[in-house]
Each structure stands twice: as C-alpha cells, then as structure tokens.
C-alpha cells in the first residue's frame, strides 16, 4: 500500500474512532477538508478500497444475523418441534429438519422430490413440517385444510395433492380432494374453522417472525437456520453436520 493509501486509511481509521468524542476533540475545516482530498485521491487510485470496505460491512452484518439466528432458534428450541407437528421420515430420527413451508411456493414444490429422495437414503431423518401461509388467502386455506386433515390422518395424503403445481385451490376442491382421499369433507369443514387450527397457524407464524424468517422454504437443522430450496447434496451436507456437533 503506497504512503497515501496508508495515510488515507489512518485518516479514515482517526474519524471513526473520534467520532464518540465529536463534542471534545473535532477536526478543523483544513483538516477535515485534508481528509476528504486525501480519501477522495486514494479511491481513485483503488478503488478497490470501496469494494473491501462494502464487502467488510457485509460479512459483518451476515455474522450478526447468523448469531441472532443461533440465539433465536436457541431460545425457542422448547417450540421448533411440538407433538401436535405433522412427521414425516423416522419419528426417532437421530437429526430433525424443521421445515417452514407454504403449500402455493413454487420453491417448496419443487424441493419435494428432493427432499424425497433424502428421506429415503437417509433413515436417519426425522422431518417436521411448519405450515406458515404467507402468500395469500389460497395458502391460508391449504394451511388450515392440512391442519384439519391431520386430525383424521389425512396430512400427508392432502399435502401430497396441495403440493402438486395447479390453480388456486377453493373450499369446494380441498373439500372434494379430501373425500376422494377417505376422509370426512364435513367434519374437514368443521375443524378448518376451529379456534385451535387458527391458533396452530398463528404460532407457526409468530415463531417464524421470531427466528428471523421472511421467506419460504426454509429449515432449522442442527441449531442452524437454513433458507432457500436446497439440493439432496445440500440436503446430506447439512444434516451431517449436525450429527457432527
């Protein structure tokens, strides 16, 4: 680094450390006038010295997500599995993916066949569904028919058809896809307008809001927060890293 380059970055590295103490030691307008030619001069000649500085905030600020991240899914590891969430994989699975999902994301849709395939060469797995509907009142309605379902067995047999890429869903059709799969279309009805079934949603929401997640699909394993559609490579590495810690 040539002299104005270091003296730039002294200058820069003195503002930021005065700052605290503006009020008892600020710079005249000469030197602060010096500062900005000398700055101003450096970035020109490297202008890479932006791009470090920006690329430094930003892995300062994805390190911080990532610790409030932890401390959240810390702290809220009472509520990621609870006994009323829908299981798939092993039930005694020595690694749990918590999975928050909305039945109309393309994204989730599309991670099906992936997750499938995980669940399958891994007996290991255990994987908890978290239905958040976030994408408007067609995944409010699949949410709350799933939830129903799940009290008459039915989840995985209506989340299979929800899942599948189609038109908005209405009451009529989850209803009919419901008794086409052996299940009680009225008492379906009944238990999508029960208290509970809100109250189900509304906690799978507020925990989501809680650990930091504004988007689906995304996942809990091992203490980690994971967002996105992932590959079963991706899949595989992450779970076992978790048997790992």
């Known amino acids: 680094m040539s002299v104005r ?6 200058a820069l ?3 930021v450390a005065s700052a605290p103490l503006a009020a008892r030691a600020e710079f005249t307008a000469a030197q602060r006038a010096e500062i900005v030619a000398i700055v101003r001069d450096a970035l020109k000649r490297d202008p890479t010295i932006l791009r470090d500085a920006v690329d430094a905030a930003r892995a300062d600020d994805a390190a911080r997500q990532r ?16 006994a009323s969430d829908p299981v798939a994989g092993n039930p005694r699975g020595d690694v749990t993916i918590v999975e928050f999902y909305d039945t109309r994301c393309p994204y989730c849709r599309s991670l099906e066949p992936e997750m499938a ?4 060469a891994d007996r290991g797995v ?3 569904y978290k239905d958040i509907p976030i994408l408007g009142p067609g995944s409010v309605l699949g949410a709350r028919a799933l939830i129903a379902a ?8 209506l989340r299979t058809v929800l899942m599948k890429p189609g038109g908005q869903p209405t009451a009529e059709s989850v209803r009919a896809d419901a008794e086409r799969l052996g299940l009680d279309g009225a008492r379906l009805q009944r238990d999508m307008d029960d208290a509970d079934t809100q109250a189900r949603i509304d906690g799978n929401l507020k925990l989501a809001h809680t650990l930091g997640i504004n ?3 995304a996942f809990v394993v091992g203490g980690e927060l994971y967002t996105g559609a992932m590959s079963v490579a991706e899949l595989q590495k992450v779970v076992a890293q978790a048997r790992g810690r």
């Open 5 to 10: 380059l270091r003296l730039a970055a002294a």
């Open 13 to 15: 590295a003195c503002m």
């Open 67 to 82: 610790q409030a991240s932890a401390d959240a899914i810390q702290a809220e590891r009472a509520s990621l599995v609870a």
């Open 117 to 120: 395939r995980l669940l399958a």
């Open 126 to 128: 255990r994987l908890v």
């Open 150 to 157: 799940q009290r008459q067995g039915g989840y995985d047999g």
């Open 215 to 217: 988007g689906t699909p």
